[in-house]
C-alpha cells in the first residue's frame, strides 16, 4: 500500500507550530522559501500565542495540530 506524503505547507505550519510552542525563536525558520516560511511563520504566531495563553502540556493537547 501506497503512503501519501503529507502536504509541504501542512508540514511547515506544524513545524512551525511546534516551534512556537516550546519557545523557539521565530529566527529558527528552516525554510528560505517565501511561501513554505509563509505557513511556518503563521504555525509560529499561532505556537507562541497558544503558549502565551497557557495551552502547554496536557491543557493544549486538544489545540496541537497533529492530533487534527
Known amino acids: 500500500m501506497k ?3 503529507r502536504d509541504r505547507f ?4 506544524v513545524h512551525g507550530y511546534k516551534a512556537g ?3 523557539r525563536s521565530r529566527d529558527d525558520c528552516p525554510n528560505q522559501d517565501i511561501n513554505l516560511r509563509e505557513y511556518w511563520m503563521s504555525g509560529w504566531r ?4 497558544d503558549q502565551w495563553s497557557g ?3 496536557i491543557s493544549g ?3 496541537n495540530p497533529m492530533v487534527i
Request: charged share 30%; glycine share 20%; proline share 0%.
Open 3 to 5: 503512503r501519501q506524503k
Open 10 to 13: 501542512q508540514r511547515a505550519y
Open 21 to 23: 510552542v516550546s519557545g
Open 46 to 49: 499561532e505556537g507562541r500565542g
Open 55 to 57: 495551552m502547554t502540556g
Open 61 to 63: 493537547i486538544h489545540k
